[in-house]
Structure formats: structure tokens, C-alpha cells
């Protein structure tokens, strides 16, 4: 009966039955509906126009906060607000003003309330928009875009009510063009064009199902500059939807901005139990690149409240990473800084009722529906008691917890906030045996620090609740949790933990190893910090979750090496060729640009004797078809020398295997031109080279579907091939470690920190040329 009310209601609001039984599907929504109906029928009796109808259905379907609800319907049913502009108007008016009591005269103010426009301006404004067009009007006609008059006629008249508006513009062009003709009616033929936003939607959507394709061209600083994320200006807290204000929230902001000066701040906040990797990449580009793009500060703040499982180590490592991608932290603060002032705050939680100590183990608190705590409502005297002798060392590890009161979006009740743990910290020592876990420290820290964006990856997005709860449970400045997608990648495991066991099972040496994508083993492989920065403004900030493929990275430090990397010639499987008519009775000095492409970044010199060394491939004694390189009756050209040389005779070993090549030579410039030209090096220095391919053979090596094994099964056998002895031209002869070269018709290379002087150790970065089967 109750549903049939509401329908007859509903429908005498001007709603289709149809919409009427859909919107009673929506719980929520045909509550307050049927609020704001009957206490309007209350003003304007048992029956409410159309118009008015679907201003109140407009409110009720939009207002977030249902304590407004009675305040706008009063404004609706009294004629106060008539248009849906200025019903927009006033459902963000009350969605920024969050506190009471609510500023009327402001209010009316913003709202347009009691303004009257007549029709006498409409028809002013009109004309005056039809003038600014009027040349392009009389050669378009009616198909001119009649919505450019009416959006600046709106413009010029903002409360307008935009049916007669409409109702003006098509008189007056009526009156200046006349009646349409034939012509006028024909269709406008289309122009085949793709919107841009389409573009848009449809790469980002490629990006987050197949990580194929490129998602921005825009850079970094572009993409995280003012209003491109739609992020809130610092001390405009209360307009993000979802967050939950206090009577103390606008003067805190206002003690917030009087200490920040209203600049944006932002914070890295790692644990440091672990190396970062890719993933971590986008988070350092997020957080320090929104800061500077905004002019504002980005703290480096370890998250160091687990003793166990930090060492002094990775603290070092992650300063080192941050830095060799190109940012500089404001400061670098500890978790630990604040350990007094966190425990103050505890103890004041527990005077507040919202925090109690609890003595269930931790296998009781596991799984989807532990039992609630039997010391839930102990007194707070009594809890303010027991958490001081956790404090004082009374309780064993696992004998007493303090627990806050509250359900996360999860379902998680009452997450812990203290635990006892007899493990010196490296900065504190002794001082502490007890620690606050992530949920009471990360959002506490945040607001000591006046952070004014926390950002952070999506599956925090079910701590959200008690990261607003708390800030408001002890009434301190809260700051605003906005949450971006994860960045992973196919072919990779990034686990600390899977690490570690990659590293005991002896299929990577350490977190550094060069198959891995740790910043550490990225950078060791010789991938440039630009190449990464470049690829985390490719996926873009993007909300969903993205897995690349790696070759995309890959293409990213192509483009970066290419105009950096200085080139060189190295041999990985040498054939000694004599050429016995050398031109010269000693070696020549060859000059060799470094950047064939821009010879204004200098030369460098090279040998070129009667003896020297070409790739095995690049010879043979019964081509097949096609092939272009140095064979019986095919010479081949030698890059960079301006020589030709030519087979004359074959030497092989006792095994029948060609030990050297004799060839003549002659000049380029004398003969029918060559099809190959070919590297080669001449006195070179003998090195080590490493060839990296996946590590992995499967794109997804932790997914059982996929691996069935686990991923320590899926290892690659060809992901590491060491060439011990090849050779490299001796301009390298002085390269430091992580120095880069383009290997000529090899790849990308980068001195490897085991090199030892007179014995250099070279990583292959990437091929020169993305691998179709990789793609």
C-alpha cells in the first residue's frame, strides 16, 4: 500500500510512471523524495506543477547532505528557487558550506534568489549575442550552431530561465532569416572526425585491459598542474565528496592555512623493509611531481613503526632512488619523529571512549568475522591503566593490544592502533616497546605535517573511513585521502617477500640484479631515470589500475639513449679477419662521430690495423638467400672507415670450425657500392657482456591459472647468457660504472659496478630495436 502511495506521489510530480517505479528501487533516493513531496504539498497544497516537480526530483537525487533537504524544499515551494541553474547553484552552496547554521543572505546571494530577470533583457541579450554573429549567421544560416547565441546570452544573464531564452533566439532569427528553405532543411553533411575525449577514453581503456597502448602525450607537470585533476585547493578540505567535517573542522583549516600559507603539501612514505620498484616510480612521480607542479613542498617520510623488518640499508637505498629520479625532498622525517605525540594522542583517544585495550590473540581477530572483543566496553580508566603497563613492558608480545573503535569500509571492526613488540628500533632503541600501527600512524602523521593532499594507492581506499575518523576523533587538522591506480607490470614479481625467495633460490643474485624491476636493478641494467619518469607520464594518472608490458618501458629508454648515449663498436662472437693489402704500413686513427645524427656533440678516435675482429654472423661460406653480409663474391663495407674489403681466403682448424678470414681491401669511393656495412673493431679491449631476456616466461607469473606451479616454476633458463670474453674498441677504455654506449648494431649497454680496471663488465639496457616477438 505503501509502495502504491509513493507511486501516486511520485507521479504527480510530473515523473512517468516507468521513472516513478525506478526511482522506488532506489531506497534511498525515493525516501527523500518522498520528504521533500510532502512537505511542499504542505506550501503549495496537494498539487505541485510539473516544473516545480522536477526541481524537487532534481534535489533529491543530487543533495549529498540529507540535513539540507528542508531548508532547499522551503526555497523550491516558496518560488524562491525556480530554475535549475539556480538549483545547481544552491546544491554546491550547501555542499561548500558544510557547518551551520548556513549564511542566508550569502546564500541568496550565490543563488540568485530574487533576482528578476525581465523580458526586455532577455531580448537585449539575445540581440546583442545575434549581432557578434551576425555575418556568419546570413552565409550559414540555420545551419549556424544556434546553442553558441543562447550559451552567451545565458552568460550575460545568468538566471535567466533558459525555456525563454530558447523561445527569444528563435524569434529573432526567425525574423532576420525568415522561413527555412529546402536548402536550410537539407542535412549538414558530416565530417568524419573522432572526439577527442572519445580518443581519450578509448586509450585509457586499452591501457588498463591490455597495457598496449600509450595513454598520455601530456607531460608529467602538465598532467598534475592546477585544476588538471580536479584535486582541491589547499584549505578547501570540506568540498571533497566523502569528506566528513566536524564543528572544529573550519577552524582547523583556517589554523591550517595560517601555517602553510595555503601552499600544496604532499608526502613519499615508505616502509623501509624492502628496495623500491616500478610501481613505487609512479608514486614518487605522483607525489613529488604534484607538489612541484603546484608550487608546493613533498616530504620523504619513512613509515618506520616495524621494527622487525627495517634495516639501516634500505633506508639509504630509498633516499639514493628518490634522488636519481630527479627529486629533492623537503625534508626527510620518521614515523618515529612523532612516537611521544602519537602515544599522548592515544592515551587521549582512550579518555574520548573511542580506544580500549584488548587481550585477544591475533588468530582470533583473523578471517572474514572475528568475534567482537569481550574488553570492548571496559572503562576508560581502566584501559588508560592497561596501556601503560603495555608502555612499561607488563605483557608479552601478543598478550595486549589497543584497538580503536570503529568499522572500516572493509568490514574490519576495531583495527589495532598499538602492539607490543621487544625489538630495538634503529632509531629509537630501547625507548619503546610498543608501536602504533599503520592505520593510527599514517593519517596522525599526515596531519602533523599539514599534508594537504595524501595520496595513495587504490587499496587504501578502505581505510579512507578511519583515516577521516581519527583525524576527527581527537579533533586535529584532517587532510584529504585521494587514491590513484597501482602500476604493475606483465613478466614481473615485485613482492619483497617473492624476492627474497628468487634471491635464496639463486635465480637473481639480489634485489639489484639486473632481470628484476627494482629501481635498483633498473638502474644497474642502465635504465636513465628520465626513461622512467618519461613512462610513468605515459600510463598517466589514472584511477584504475594499469599492468604494462615492459617493452613500453623499454621504448621509453630507446628514446632517452638514443640522444644520450654515445656510440661505440663491440664484437660479442669474434672473427679475426687480416686484411693483406692494408693501405698503410702502420694502424690508421680513425675519427668516429659519437652521435652519427648530430655530429656537433664531438668524435672519438679508433685504431684500424691489418688485423680486426668482425661478428661470426656477419660472415658465411654458403649464404641463403637474402643474405647481404660478407660472403664468397660479396664484399662488405667496414662503418666508419671508408674501406671495402672482399674474401680472398678461408682458414679453418683441424675441427673444420673457421679460425680467420683473409680479405683485401679497398677504397668505397672505388667501386660498385657494397649491400652491408658492417661493425668491427681493431686492438680492442676484451670485456665481459651480460644479455638479459625476461625472467619469466608467462605474463603473469603469480596467477595460478597461469602457472600452476607458482612463479618460481615459471623461471626463464635463457633469461641471463654471459659473453666472457668479447671485444669493444678501445674508446670506452676509461667508462665508469653506469656509463652508457650504443653498441652499433647491438643494443644499448651499461657499465656494470663489477668492473674492474682493465676488465670491464657491460649490461645490455635494451636491443636497438624492439623484438616483434616480445610485443
Not at 506521489?9 to 516507468?18: I, K, M, P, Q
Not at 578547501?236 to 577552524?251: L, S
Request: aromatic share 10%; proline share 6%.
Amino acid at each position: 500500500m505503501a509502495a502504491l502511495d509513493s507511486l501516486s506521489l511520485f507521479t504527480g510530480l510530473g515523473l512517468s510512471e516507468h521513472k516513478a517505479r525506478e526511482t522506488l528501487k532506489n531506497t534511498a533516493l525515493s525516501a527523500q523524495l518522498r520528504e521533500a513531496a510532502t512537505q511542499a504539498q504542505q506550501t503549495l497544497g496537494c498539487t505541485i506543477d510539473k516544473a516545480t516537480g522536477t526541481l524537487l526530483y532534481g534535489l533529491a537525487s543530487r543533495l549529498r547532505d540529507p540535513r539540507r533537504l528542508s531548508f532547499l524544499v522551503s526555497y523550491i515551494a516558496n518560488r524562491k528557487i525556480h530554475t535549475e541553474t539556480q538549483l545547481s547553484a544552491a546544491l554546491e552552496y550547501v555542499r561548500s558550506h558544510p557547518l551551520d547554521p548556513i549564511n542566508t543572505m550569502d546564500f541568496e546571494q550565490e543563488c540568485g534568489v530574487g533576482i528578476v530577470v525581465t523580458p526586455e533583457q532577455i531580448e537585449e541579450a539575445v540581440e546583442a549575442a545575434i549581432n557578434r554573429h551576425r555575418p556568419q549567421l546570413l552565409v550559414e544560416r540555420y545551419h549556424f550552431n544556434m546553442g553558441l547565441l543562447m550559451g552567451e546570452a545565458r552568460a550575460a544573464l545568468k538566471w535567466a530561465d533558459g525555456k525563454m531564452i530558447k523561445h527569444e533566439v528563435d524569434m529573432q532569427v526567425l525574423h532576420l532569416l525568415g522561413p527555412k528553405t529546402e536548402t536550410d532543411l537539407e542535412k549538414k553533411p558530416k565530417v568524419a572526425k573522432t572526439r577527442p575525449e572519445e580518443t581519450d577514453r578509448r586509450t585509457a581503456k586499452d591501457v588498463v585491459e591490455n597495457g598496449e597502448a600509450v595513454v598520455q602525450t601530456l607531460s608529467l607537470m602538465e598532467q598534475l598542474r592546477g585544476e588538471a585533476l580536479k584535486f582541491h585547493k589547499p584549505g578547501e578540505n570540506y568540498k571533497t565528496p566523502g569528506y566528513v567535517t566536524t564543528p572544529h573542522t573550519m577552524d582547523l583549516l583556517k589554523q591550517h592555512l595560517e601555517i602553510t600559507g595555503g601552499q600544496v603539501r604532499t608526502r613519499f612514505p615508505p616502509e623501509p623493509n624492502g628496495i623500491l620498484h616500478i610501481g613505487h616510480a609512479k608514486a614518487i612521480n605522483f607525489n613529488f611531481g604534484y607538489a612541484k607542479a603546484n608550487n608546493g613542498i613533498c616530504f620523504l617520510r619513512f613509515d618506520d613503526t616495524n621494527p622487525e623488518k627495517e634495516e639501516a640499508k634500505f633506508f639509504t637505498a630509498i633516499c639514493d632512488m628518490v634522488a636519481w629520479l630527479g627529486y629533492t625532498p623537503y625534508k626527510v622525517t620518521y614515523a618515529s619523529n612523532y612516537f611521544d605525540q602519537l602515544y599522548v594522542w592515544a592515551e587521549e583517544l582512550i579518555r574520548r571512549g573511542q580506544a580500549y585495550v584488548c587481550h585477544q590473540r591475533g588468530e582470533e581477530l583473523k578471517g572474514h568475522n572475528p568475534l567482537p572483543s569481550p574488553w570492548r566496553d571496559r572503562p576508560a580508566e581502566e584501559s588508560l591503566l592497561l596501556f601503560e603497563a603495555m608502555r612499561k613492558g607488563k605483557f608479552a608480545e601478543g598478550e595486549a593490544t589497543l584497538r580503536m573503535k570503529l568499522v572500516m569500509e572493509d568490514g574490519k571492526m576495531d583495527p589495532v592502533a598499538y602492539r607490543v613488540k621487544y625489538t630495538p628500533h634503529h632509531r629509537t632503541g630501547d625507548t619503546w616497546c610498543i608501536y602504533p600501527t599503520y592505520d593510527y600512524t599514517h593519517c596522525l602523521c599526515d596531519s602533523i605535517e599539514h599534508i594537504t593532499h595524501s595520496l595513495c594507492t587504490k587499496e587504501f581506499q578502505a581505510r579512507r573511513s578511519s583515516y577521516f575518523w581519527l583525524c576527527n576523533a581527537l579533533d586535529v587538522y584532517c587532510p584529504v585521502q585521494w587514491e590513484y591506480g597501482r602500476l604493475n607490470l606483465h613478466y614481473a614479481v615485485v613482492s619483497k617477500r617473492k624476492i627474497l625467495q628468487l634471491v635464496a633460490a639463486g635465480a637473481v643474485r639480489d634485489w639489484d640484479d639486473p632481470r628484476l624491476f627494482t629501481l635498483t636493478a633498473l638502474r644497474r641494467r642502465g635504465f636513465p631515470p628520465e626513461a622512467i619518469n618519461n613512462f610513468c607520464a605515459r600510463v598517466g594518472v589514472t584511477v584504475a589500475q594499469t599492468t604494462m608490458e615492459p617493452h613500453l618501458l623499454e621504448a621509453c629508454v630507446r628514446d632517452v639513449l638514443n640522444d644520450t648515449a654515445p656510440r661505440a663498436m663491440a664484437v660479442l662472437e669474434p672473427l679475426q679477419v687480416v686484411i693483406t693489402n692494408f693501405p698503410a704500413a702502420k694502424s690508421l686513427d680513425i675519427q668516429v662521430p659519437s652521435f652519427p645524427a648530430d655530429e656537433t656533440k664531438g668524435f672519438h678516435q679508433i685504431p684500424f690495423g691489418p688485423i680486426v675482429f668482425i661478428e661470426r654472423t656477419d660472415f658465411r661460406e654458403e649464404p641463403e638467400p637474402g643474405y647481404k653480409r660478407l660472403a664468397w663474391g660479396q664484399p662488405v663495407g667496414l662503418r666508419h672507415t671508408g674501406y671495402i674489403i672482399e674474401l680472398q681466403h678461408v682458414v679453418k682448424g683441424p675441427s673444420g670450425c673457421v679460425e680467420r678470414l683473409e680479405v683485401t681491401c679497398r677504397r668505397a669511393d672505388a667501386g660498385e657500392k657494397p649491400k652491408a656495412f658492417i661493425h668491427w673493431v681493431s686492438q680492442p679491449l676484451t670485456c665481459e657482456i651480460r644479455l638479459y631476456e625476461r625472467l619469466f616466461q608467462h605474463k603473469n607469473p603469480e596467477d595460478p591459472a597461469e602457472v600452476p606451479g607458482g612463479f618460481l616454476s615459471d623461471l626463464n633458463p635463457a633469461s641471463l647468457q654471459v659473453v666472457e670474453a668479447a671485444l669493444v674498441d678501445c674508446s670506452v677504455a676509461l667508462a665508469k660504472p653506469f656509463d652508457k654506449f650504443q653498441f652499433e648494431r647491438l643494443g644499448y649497454f651499461s657499465v656494470d659496478p663489477d668492473s674492474r680496471q682493465g676488465q670491464l663488465v657491460f649490461n645490455r639496457t635494451v636491443t636497438l630495436k624492439e623484438d616483434p616477438g616480445k610485443v
